[in-house]
């Protein structure tokens, strides 16, 4: 009976969670596979079950990750992953594909996958023009490698030549394509950018409208290669029916195009079509000395705008934005500086402390040093320290989100707008923490 019990907990956890879960035993088999997963895959009860017994019925036809797993023996942490799901929606996650061990022995394989596909689509939103036109003079950046992309789309501009952009999200491509505008040896009346991520037919029409008109325009397809292969034929089409009205003609990509095209997502003739010159815009990883000089920007017009007197970061916490890797490029620093400009009133630099909880946590490794103390009750010196997983698991659950309560001193929508949950699951777990606590001081 305690068995069945202690089943039904497990059950209700993994249902409860926020991360989507699944799992396969020795044989590969699967054996978990819970409502986040199934709702993150675009997936019905029904057609989640059908696809289990299909992949019980064609184990080992073809490989999955968690297959790789189960047979190295490695984890693999912290992997991002963008998709299409069954519904036609962009879902990109964080996963975790981890190794289930006793005794050294493998059980199973566990996958543990974290929607972050709100924050991707935030890094996707171009970086501001602060209602300024952005010119290759404006742009914060001292590293070769991006004088070498400017001094490109400076030729570029100069002979009125298609460009592919090519680079990861929030790198600033939409930057350049607004600099080459501005750069041109002819004036153009507009720059219209063409979001393809979005509904397809719209860019279309959008293109068909404007491609006629007698003035020229500068048009940027952002991301083109997210439309169909149908409607990139249409394009290209339409930009050689109308090459001799001089328009200037600039798409963007997130990935090597040779890559997208022998997968199936970029059209060959398309990519012909603005190969004449291709720049690769460098992620913020590869360019670290371009941090510096983008915090001091918009310190800058925060002191304009705002009338602080903040003059810059503490040196712990300029080392921290020097050792992290930006994945989501200068748009994710962008963002956090939003985030800490919102707690800035009088104080002249930015301390560690005013770092949002979720960054601190993500940056904690890089000065290990600094951890809290208290998190020594996580660490597993011996045997007399061990507990069964489920208790370790909740144990860590409570202790990070007391501390980010503390942190936002206790307003529950902040501290759950910053962990990434719901405001209902936060309090379902607050109440189940003072439920515990209340029946461990009656005991």
């Known amino acids: 009976m305690e068995h069945k019990h202690l089943l039904q907990i497990y059950e209700f956890i993994t249902e409860m969670s926020d991360n989507g879960i699944r799992a396969i035993d020795i044989q590969g088999r699967p054996v978990v596979y819970n409502q986040k997963m199934k709702e993150l895959e675009g997936l019905t009860n029904e057609e989640a079950e059908k696809r289990i017994a299909k992949e019980i019925i064609q184990f080992g036809m073809e490989e999955s990750i968690l297959q790789q797993v189960l047979q190295s023996g490695q984890s693999i942490k912290n ?58 003079e404006t742009i914060t950046a001292v590293s070769d490698v991006m004088r070498n992309v400017i001094s490109t789309a400076k030729v570029a501009a100069a002979n009125r030549i298609p460009v592919m952009l090519i680079g990861e999200s929030g790198t600033g491509k939409d930057m350049i394509a607004e600099g080459i505008h501005h750069a041109l040896s002819e004036p153009n009346s507009q720059f219209i950018t063409l979001i393809c991520r979005r509904d397809e037919a719209t860019v279309i029409a959008q293109l068909e409208k404007y491609v006629t008109e007698l003035s020229n325009i500068t048009f940027f397809a952002e991301r083109i290669e997210y439309l169909s292969m149908d409607a990139q034929e249409k394009i290209v089409k339409m930009l050689k029916q109308h090459e001799k009205k001089n328009h200037v003609f600039i798409a963007s990509i997130g990935d090597d195009p040779i890559e997208l095209i022998s997968t199936g997502k970029l059209s060959k003739r398309l990519y012909y079509f603005f190969s004449t010159i291709t720049i690769q815009i460098p992620s913020l990883r590869e360019r670290k000395e371009d941090i510096m000089p983008f915090v001091v920007d918009y310190l800058s017009r925060l002191r304009q705008n705002v009338g602080c007197i903040v003059k810059g970061l503490e040196a712990d ?25 919102s707690l800035i009133s009088t104080e002249e ?24 103390t208290d998190t020594d009750l996580f660490i597993v010196q011996s045997e007399k320290d061990l507990r069964p997983l489920d208790q370790y698991i909740r144990e860590v659950e409570d202790y990070y989100i007391l501390n980010a309560l503390s942190f936002f001193k206790g307003n529950v929508s902040q501290t759950a707008k910053a962990l990434g949950i719901k405001r209902q699951s936060l309090q379902y777990r607050m109440k189940r923490m003072k439920a515990v606590e209340e029946k461990e001081y009656s005991e």
Request: hydrophobic share 40%; proline share 6%.
């Open 79 to 136: 992997q991002k992953k963008t998709f299409w799901n069954e519904k036609g929606q962009e879902i990109t996650t964080i996963r975790n594909i981890l190794p289930i061990e006793n005794d050294g022995h493998i059980l199973g394989v566990v996958e543990f996958a974290r929607d972050i596909s709100a924050q991707e689509f935030m890094m996707y939103q171009p970086l501001r023009r602060y209602g300024q036109p952005l010119m290759f």
């Open 317 to 341: 916490v300029e080392q921290i934005f020097l050792s992290y890797d930006w994945p989501g490029n200068l748009k994710e620093l962008e963002v956090l500086l939003d985030e800490i400009a």
């Open 349 to 372: 630099y930015i301390t560690k402390d005013m770092l949002p909880i979720y960054f601190r946590w993500k940056t904690q490794e890089i000065n290990p040093k600094d951890q809290h």
